[in-house]
């Protein structure tokens, strides 16, 4: 499922996202972010070392599809 959000929601969204894994209904989550530059960083926080892995493979997959 693909969220597209504005500026303000987005910020509340990772709030939200930070207010779970704080408190531990959140395990695993990826971002892809793209910057101004035209660079594409992922970030996978939390989970373990191999459950990181396999998103991040999940995430350049997809890209590569796109």
Known sequence: MNHLLGKDAAV????????????GSLNCMALRIFRSDGVAE?????GTA????????????EFRQQ
């Open 42 to 46: 992922d970030f996978v926080v939390g």
């Open 50 to 61: 191999q459950e990181q892995a396999g998103v991040s493979a999940d995430l350049q997959r």
């Open 12 to 23: 509340a969204m990772l709030r939200e996202l930070l207010h779970e894994a704080e408190f």
